[in-house]
């Protein structure tokens, strides 16, 4: 959960194979890009991170941290209360 929320994490259709790019859902309008990326960050380098409303694109440099990410943070609870 982010904020007292169960995000979703998985793979975006991505035109660039510069990176890997994820897309999350059910985000709390609490969170920020800085927690978002942190969290992220722990599975490897994050290129670049948008909060669109209630979900975000998170764009890791490597798939397979991108893979990592998804196994570790689907359905999970993230900064919740």
């Known amino acids: 959960k982010l904020h007292g929320v169960c995000i979703n994490v ?4 991505n035109k660039s194979k510069a990176s890997t790019k994820l897309h999350v859902g059910n985000i709390s309008p609490a969170c920020t890009n800085l927690e978002l ?5 722990e599975y490897g380098p994050v290129i670049e991170c948008d ?23 689907d359905n999970t609870e993230f900064q919740g209360d």
């Open 37 to 41: 990326r942190a969290k992220f960050e």
């Open 51 to 73: 909060i669109v409303k209630d979900y975000a694109f998170v764009h890791m440099e490597r798939a397979e941290d991108a893979v990592e990410a998804i196994r570790g943070l």
């Open 10 to 13: 998985e793979a975006s259709k």
